[in-house]
């Protein structure tokens, strides 16, 4: 059974740091592209960056630099590390496979406030 489970956030004042894992089962990670979604309140979900399965890395405008995906293909994990946070940023985030989508994990929610 297909199963995603992020975690790692928390609440960190502007300009901080988190890492962000996504740990995935029931499939290879590295046969799929992986992506970080996030939905901050009252708000749609948003793509924040996706590796694909040739490793290459995408992101979003808004990221800015900031953001850096990875795996760890011994691990089946995906990680989002941010740095520079903003208020902006305060989100739960979600990673989820492409093209062909899991049921989306309970994600993690990641607060940005002083």
């Known amino acids: 059974q297909v199963h995603l489970v992020e975690s790692g956030g928390g609440l960190v004042q502007p300009g901080g740091s988190l890492r962000l894992s996504c740990v995935a089962s029931g499939f290879t990670s590295r046969t799929y592209h992986m992506s970080w979604y996030r939905q901050a309140p009252g708000k749609e979900r948003e793509l924040v960056a996706t590796?694909?399965?040739?490793?290459?890395?995408d992101y979003g405008n808004f990221v800015k630099g900031r953001f850096t995906i990875s795996r760890d293909h011994a691990k089946n994990t995906v990680y989002l590390q941010m740095n520079n946070l903003l208020p902006e940023d305060t989100a739960v985030y979600y990673c989820n496979r492409r093209p062909v989508p899991a049921d989306w994990g309970q994600g993690t929610q990641v607060t940005v406030s002083a």
């Open positions: 590796i694909f399965s040739s490793d290459y890395t």
